[in-house]
Each structure stands twice: as C-alpha cells, then as structure tokens.
C-alpha cells in the first residue's frame, strides 16, 4: 500500500514539474490568445457545483440545471440556470484592486451573485471584494440540491437497489451457492464481518455492529468508483468533498462513544495504577485522541481520492497547455495509469475506513482484562 501512494505521490510531482514548464512556455504567446487555466479546469471538476454538467465547453456546453433551495427570509426556490445564464458583473478587489468577476441572479434569483459556486445576498446591487474574499454580504442558508447532494442520493438508492436484491435472494432460496448480484457481493460481505468486524471487535458483540460497517464499506466504495468518473457525464467527486468525509468520521465517532464501556472511560479518565498527578498530564492527551482517531479518518480519506482526480486532471491538461495532440503520447498513458491505480485506491480506502471504524468500537466495547 505504502508503494502505492508513493508511486501517486511522483506522479504529483511529475505532472506539477510538467504544467510549470508547459506553462512557462506559453507565456511566450501571443497575450491575444485565451490561455488554458489548469487550476480552474481542475477545481471545476473536483468541486460542488449547482449544476451537472455533461459534455461541452463555454457556450456550447450542455448541462442539468439543479434546484437552488435558499432561506432568506422566507423558503425560496428556483433554477440554478438563473445564475450561470445571469448578467455577468465585475468588480474591483478594495486590496489587490484586481478584478473579479461573478454572476449576477436574474428573475427569481434577482438580489442574488454566485462566485465560486457560493451563493451571496448582494448589498447595493453588487458584491464587494476584500483579498479576494466577498467582503460585506451575507450568504443566505443554502440548501440548494447541488452536485455532491444528487450523486450521495444516487449513490444510497443504488446502495439500496443492490443490497435488497442480495437479501431477497437468501430470504427466498437459504444458504445455498450464490447466483446474481449475490456471488460478487457474498465475499464483500463476508469480508467485512469476518475479517473486520470479528477480527477488531469482541467476538460475543461484533454481530451488533456488522450492519454500520457494511453500510459505510458499501457506501464508501461505491461513491468512490462512481468517483472516479468525474469527467464525464454522471461523475461527481462526493468522497472527495470533506463535508461528506467529515460526516462519515462523526458516525463512527458516535457510535464509538455510545458504545464504550465502563473499561473504556476508566482508561481515559481513570487508568489503572497511575499516580493522580500523571492523570492531569494523561487524561487531556487521552480526551485529544478520541478526537484525533476519526479527525485522521476524515483526511485520510478525503485527500486521497482527491488527489487521484487531481493526478489525472493535470496530467491530461498537459496536452491542452501546449495545443499539441503530440503531448497525449506521454500524458494519456501516464493518466490512465493513476486511473487503473485508484480504482485499488477506492477499494483500499473503503477498506480502511471500515477496519479502522471496527478498532476503534472494538476498542470501545473490550472488557477489562484481570
């Protein structure tokens, strides 16, 4: 696993000395020329966004517009195609006096601006810029149906879809040999309570918590290859969107806290044969790394399939930095092989997350040993 991320991380490295090359060497071009933007190419497809799009660039681009759903005074709905298809604005940074522009809302996004994909209530008809930062307006409480919200939707009903077929299948025929859906996802299964679950929890409690681990497995694993398409239609980088990484590391956290014992709290709070003294120094390092353990499963798994994307889009960008088809000899092959790399990527860090959630409830729930 270790030669895995190192091989990812001299592809990073690879691509990074490539793009600064590539890009010093169209500066030399002609300033009437649109230049290709790597960074925003790649934000673009690794961030949120209030719309999905589908192939096409600039004003041939084809696209589904998603539901903004806003809370200002009142519950207001309308199409996020009233900003991307608003009045473009633009404005002077107060500090770096650069100008910055944004979209204006029309009809019903009328007194709205989007800027980076963030939605501002805008003061004097215009929004004002501090640093590069909207300086002065208030963000309404979005609650708008964006990119990441319909593929976690997509990604639980298929979920759903799937695990229900395996379940009717033994409901109806038993334990017999498997067929369907259920001989690919029988090992799967098997995996997480065997050699998950019963491995790190107490072999008289692991059955309680198989159903969690094998839903954040399954989930996890999906949204990840469903992940690794984020280029073209029907991809989305959900598992690479902290706010969804952070909300899986708080379920296992509270899971982990509802079930610790008796044991587990006098080991944090009370440890067995330590002096009181060494208790004030011990006990604030112990409360840090309940905290610390899912804060490492939040990153953990966030940053790498992130960085996967990342890898890939730089790369593929190489060609289009120096207009020349020749470059996709070295940077289509380069790509497509990060991308085979983290499709064991996206089953590794399901994986991990799984294991990792079962040793810290076994820890949890271990019984004193005498």
């Known amino acids: 696993m270790s030669l895995i991320f190192s091989v990812k991380r001299f592809f990073s490295l690879l691509a990074g000395i490539l793009i600064f090359s590539t890009s010093f060497a169209s500066g030399h071009s002609s300033e009437k020329e649109e230049k290709f933007n790597v960074g925003e190419m790649i934000m673009h497809h690794v961030s949120d966004a209030h719309e999905w799009h589908l192939w096409g660039g600039h004003h041939n681009s084809v696209s589904v517009y998603l539901p903004v759903i806003l809370i200002d005074g009142g519950l207001k709905t309308f199409s996020s195609s009233h900003f991307y298809h608003g009045e473009p604005a633009v404005a002077v940074d107060h500090k770096t006096h650069e100008e910055i522009t944004y979209m204006k809302g029309v009809g019903p996004a009328a007194g709205y601006a989007m ?117 073209i239609p029907g991809g989305a980088n959900l598992t690479g969107n902290i706010s969804v990484t952070l909300l899986l590391a708080v379920a296992t956290l509270l899971v982990t806290l509802f079930s610790g014992n008796r044991n587990y709290w006098g080991h944090i709070f009370a440890m067995p044969g330590v002096p009181w003294p060494v208790l004030i120094i011990l006990i604030p390092i112990e409360l840090v790394g309940v905290f610390t353990k899912p804060f490492a499963l939040m990153v953990r798994l966030f940053a790498n399939m992130t960085a996967g994307h990342i890898i890939v889009l730089a790369l593929v960008s190489i060609i289009f930095i120096n207009q020349n088809a020749t470059w996709g000899g070295l940077s289509v092959p380069m790509a497509l092989f990060i991308s085979t790399l983290e499709l064991l990527v996206a089953f590794l860090q399901a994986f991990l997350f799984t294991m990792l959630s079962a040793l810290f409830i076994g820890a949890a729930v271990e019984e004193a040993h005498h």
């Open 115 to 231: 800027h980076h994909e963030k939605i501002y209530k805008m003061q004097n008809e215009e929004l004002s810029f501090e640093d590069g930062h909207v300086h002065g307006s208030v963000k309404p409480l979005d609650f708008s149906i964006t990119k990441n919200v319909l593929s976690l939707f997509f990604g639980a009903v298929l979920i759903l879809v799937i695990l229900s077929n395996v379940m009717r299948f033994y409901r109806k025929n038993g334990s017999v040999s498997p067929r369907g859906l259920a001989k690919y996802l029988e090992v799967l299964i098997l995996m997480v309570q065997d050699n998950i679950a019963k491995e790190n929890i107490d072999k008289h409690k692991y059955k309680k918590y198989v159903p969690y681990l094998l839903t954040i497995f399954f989930f996890i694993f999906i949204n990840n290859l469903l992940g690794l398409v984020p280029v």
